[in-house]
Structure formats: C-alpha cells, structure tokens
C-alpha cells in the first residue's frame, strides 16, 4: 500500500508483487523516481510522468507532495547513485569523480540550478554525498577541516560552472550564443569604449573555457598538494 499524502518513506522494491502476464507493474516510490529521472527533470510535468506510469496524477501524489518534492527527491537519488566508488584511487582521482558528479547533477539540468539557486532543494539531499566526500578525504590523510575547505572549493567552482552551463544552454535555445550576444553588445558601444575587453574577446566569448570547472578546480589542488608537502617536509624535519 503506498505511503499517505505528505510522507516520504521509501517503498522497497522487494515489497513489489510479482508481475503477472498482461498485468500492469505496482508503482512504487523507486519506480516513480526513476522514471522520472530517465524522462529528464528540467522540463518534467506531472501529467506526463503520470502517462508514462500508467496512473492517474492523483496517485502520484500519493507518493509527493507536489512537483517540487518530486525534483529535489529525484536529484537526491541521482546525486547518491552518481557519487564514486572509493576504490583506493589517489585523493585527486576521487576529489575530480565527485566535482563529475555533482557538475552531472545540477550543470546538465536547468530546472535543479534554479531550484538550488531559489533554495527549494532540502538540505537532506546533499548530506550523504557530502558525508561520502568528507570520508573519503580523512581516509586519505585529510584533516576534516581541510576536507571541508577542499569541498568548499570544490563546490564552489562546479557550481559557477553550472551556472555559466545553464546560461550557454537558455541562449542555444534562443538561437544565439555567447560570441553573438557579445558582438550585438559590443556593437552599442564606440569602436574605442572597452579596448580591454575587445582585446579579449575571443576568451570572454569561450563557452568551453567558461564552463569547465576542472582547470581551477586542478590549480586549487596544486596548491592543497603544495601545502600537504610542505606539512610533511615540517613533520619530518
């Protein structure tokens, strides 16, 4: 039986009947998620995930309260299945597997940029894959603190990432891109206003170079590497 309007328990997919011939599958909270991660989130209604489920609305709100539940607990889901796997790997490996993820998570998908922008997404969405990071950090010789920073700016970089992704995407979709939009905008201003900026124009018009996070993100751990030699030449001297 699913759980009540407003209760977001998890519904195991071992408490699913066996599916008989010609018999519609149970919807399952699982169910209802994966579904709606593979048809996509950014532009996901409720009438068409109920389509493709086979049910009608109301029932998806047997599981969610509204929409905005069932985003923020799809993007939990997906940020939990796309954290790493720790097998071992250097801590610079996983520290780039989880910037993936998290760019995967919110820099591919509109709709979860702005719900993390307007703060829609509960805080329990992240606690596990910060946990997971914060683990695998200590485990490598990372004090907790500095986990924490490197996280910190770790996040950071993704996420201005994200945005700069979602910014290139809405113009895609409008027709343009962002060296168009920089030569209609240069083109109000005189041929002599903003030499510094016209010098520069072909970097400021890079979408590639704009939203790549791992160029930064490898620099600030040169410097997290520099430190952590320097920690262990002073322990040993």
């Known amino acids: 039986m699913p759980p009540a309007h407003g209760q977001h328990a998890r519904v195991a997919d071992s408490q699913t009947p066996a599916r008989s011939v010609g018999r519609p599958r149970r919807l399952t909270l699982d ?6 991660l593979e048809m996509g989130l950014a532009d996901l209604s409720m009438k068409d995930l109920a389509n493709r489920l086979g049910v009608g609305i109301a029932t998806l709100y047997r599981y969610v309260d509204n929409r905005e539940a069932l985003i923020r607990m799809a993007a939990g889901r997906r940020a939990r299945r796309s ?13 780039l597997q989880y910037a993936e993820s998290l760019f995967s998570s919110v820099g591919r998908d509109s709709t979860l940029l702005t719900e993390f922008l307007e703060a829609r997404w509960g805080i329990a969405v992240e606690l596990e894959f910060v946990d997971n990071f914060l683990g695998a950090l200590t485990a490598r010789g990372f004090t907790r603190f500095e986990a924490m920073r490197l996280y910190r700016a770790m996040a950071k970089i993704v996420l201005g990432a994200a945005v700069a992704a979602g910014h290139f995407a809405a113009l895609a979709t409008r027709g343009t891109n962002q060296a168009r939009e920089l030569a209609s905008a240069l083109a109000t201003w005189e041929a002599d206003e903003l030499p510094n900026l016209r010098a520069s124009a072909d970097d400021y018009a890079d979408e590639a170079s704009a939203d790549d996070w791992r160029e930064p993100l490898q620099a600030v751990m040169r410097d997290v590497e520099q430190a952590h030699a320097q920690r262990r030449l002073s322990q040993t001297g």
């Open 83 to 95: 954290a790493p796997i720790d097998n071992g790997q250097p801590w610079q490996d996983i520290t």
């Open 31 to 36: 169910r209802l998620l994966d579904t709606a």
